[in-house]
């Protein structure tokens, strides 16, 4: 097997006609013959191109509604053959086989005919069998096969085959390879999960997971790891299927905050009122809901300004130019939003650094997905946390019920706390965050940090009294003892809403009867790790 080896033959077969001509048309000036199926040989015909038709090669016509036309000793043996093997010369030489040196396929639009709702059986008529078999075939080949499977290799091939006077390289063809081996996975586990959920089987014997390169970064989360970004083919509105409009490129940091402050954000319809939603490493430092989005921005700033500096925004409507020109007042590193006017981008765009993302929607809280995590030696997979509770779902458990103004902030505390790394305690007051105890090991740890930090901001605004003075608070789980309870009693909280659930429940209650307090249980815990 020598490195270099021409192409004399190709076999084009695909579902996206795009570049098709000018690809047949360099290929041909390098003298290659052309063979193709069906609508690309049609294409390749009408531009004036000389095919032949692969149902000329095997002698068996397309049939089957086209299910059956490449699945043949005659195209894979033209593929599979070791040109180097004295035998497979021999057999190929026996029967009439010619070789195939470039395959160019594109697979038929399965996950795009999921994304558009198709019915199962239109699902099933878009699973490409022919073109997968052709693709492991020539990629197994490829000391001597080329294999394209996405438009954009178009260049890069006929850029080699110049380079190299109509040949191709092993190095290049090992690259070309591994393509199409990736894109034959991820086109299987597409299929695989997609059947998976068509019969609402919860947990399959094995479970794929694939993606397509966004971009590579410039490192993950620190300067020594290598890091890329992928996209999983949802159409889900998000930091994934956003456009950018300005500013540096994202960082990993950046992509991970980006999207737990956007996921945050559309927990409050705009239909409801503007919402904003600050976030300082994947945890909420201020949220907020008010009559403006201006008034949003800022009461969701003076939860804890200090975190708010280098921090993510996320908005739950289009940016307007009087929240822009108070947003451009600190350094901020990302605002993402459905939206945005002319005036807000024109005042953004002195701040070239500031990334503006616009997504053209908010994603549903409610959308069921699955989320992973990698750990040592398997992967952990789980229903995305889409667990609303309403007022009706609320259960009063003791002797002072919550005013309905209290029962709106529980709520909303209660949506934030979802988002907050465990254990997670949110004091909210009048639609704003006044507090935030994230990630720590003891609840009455976060609800003393909360505290802390609704103390410290009343200071700053030179309040005479803390921030959670009358404020709502939330936990994400059960108290397990009433020191945490009582810790957010003494911070100036006058209502709780927990999930309930620990043995230790009616000690609990007692406790928050005994210092006044209003409580709701949830019977729903938001771990989030």
Same mark, same amino acid.
């Given at each position: 097997? @020598? ?9 084009? =077969? ?28 049609? *294409? ?5 191109? #000389? ?71 239109? +699902? ?18 490829? &000391? ?11 260049? *890069? ?28 996975? *991820? /086109? ?49 509105? &998000? ?5 950018? !409009? ?38 909420? +430092? ?11 921005? #800022? ?6 300004? @200090? =975190? ?14 009087? @929240?822009?020109?108070? !947003? ?10 459905? &939206? ?65 103004? #209290? ?19 949110? /004091? ?13 090991? =003891? ?5 003393? !940090?909360?505290? !802390? ?41 006058? +209502? ?5 659930? =620990? ?27």
């Amino acid at each position: 097997m @020598t490195d270099l080896h021409p192409v004399r033959r190709a076999l084009l =077969s695909v579902s996206d006609k795009t570049g098709l001509i000018e690809l047949g048309q360099a290929l041909a000036a390098h003298g290659v013959e052309l063979l193709s199926t069906g609508g690309t040989a049609k *294409a390749l015909r009408d531009a004036g191109l #000389q095919v032949k038709d692969v149902s000329d090669i095997t002698g068996f016509p397309e049939m089957m509604d086209g299910r059956v036309k490449t699945l043949h000793p005659m195209v894979h043996g033209g593929l599979l053959a070791l040109r180097g093997n004295d035998t497979h010369v021999a057999a190929m030489q026996e029967h009439g086989i010619v070789e195939i040196d470039l395959l160019v396929v594109n697979l038929y639009p399965f996950e795009e005919t999921v994304a558009k709702g198709a019915d199962y059986n239109t +699902c099933i008529e878009n699973i490409d069998i022919g073109g997968p078999a052709m693709i492991r075939a020539a990629s197994k080949n490829h &000391g001597f096969v080329n294999v394209v499977v996405d438009v954009e290799d178009y260049d *890069a091939l006929l850029a080699e085959l110049d380079a190299n006077d109509g040949q191709t390289s092993y190095k290049f063809r090992q690259w070309l390879s591994q393509n199409a081996y990736a894109r034959t996975a *991820a /086109y299987d586990a597409a299929v695989s999960n997609w059947m998976a959920n068509a019969l609402e089987l919860k947990a399959p014997r094995r479970r794929a997971v694939a993606g397509q390169l966004a971009q590579t970064l410039r490192y993950g989360e620190n300067p020594h790891q290598d890091a890329a970004f992928y996209l999983d083919g949802s159409a889900r509105a &998000g930091v994934a299927t956003a456009t950018q !409009i300005q500013g540096k490129e994202l960082s990993y940091n950046n992509i991970n905050d980006t999207d737990a402050a956007f996921e945050l954000v559309s927990e409050f319809d705009a239909a409801n009122g503007p919402a904003v939603a600050i976030i300082k490493h994947a945890n909420p +430092c201020g949220v907020a809901q008010a009559a403006t989005l201006t008034e949003a921005y #800022q009461k969701a700033f003076d939860c804890d300004r @200090t =975190s708010a500096f280098g921090g993510i925004v996320a908005l739950n409507m289009p940016l307007d130019a009087t @929240t822009a020109q108070e !947003i451009v007042q600190i350094f901020t590193e990302v605002v993402i939003a459905p &939206g945005a006017s002319d005036e807000a981008k024109a005042i953004f765009a002195s701040k070239k650094n500031l990334r503006l993302l616009l997504t053209d929607g908010l994603p549903n809280p409610k959308d069921i997905g699955m989320t992973t995590r990698q750990v040592s030696g398997g992967m952990l997979v789980q229903d995305k946390d889409v667990g609303h509770r309403a007022m009706d779902d609320l259960k009063v458990v003791t002797k002072v019920a919550p005013t309905d103004a #209290q029962m709106r902030d529980l709520l909303f505390a209660w949506k934030v706390a979802k988002h907050v790394k465990s254990n997670a305690i949110v /004091y909210v007051k009048d639609g704003q965050t006044v507090g935030v105890g994230a990630g720590q090991m =003891s609840r009455l740890d976060s609800a003393t !940090i909360a505290g !802390i930090k609704a103390k410290r901001m009343s200071d700053v605004l030179e309040l005479d009294e803390s921030l959670a003075k009358g404020s709502a608070v939330a936990s994400d789980a059960f108290f397990p003892f009433a020191d945490g309870l009582l810790e957010a009693a003494a911070a100036g909280a006058t +209502c709780v809403i927990q999930p309930g659930g =620990s043995m230790r429940d009616n000690e609990v209650i007692a406790a928050a009867d005994e210092a006044g307090l209003a409580m709701v249980f949830t019977g729903m815990r938001h771990f989030r790790h």
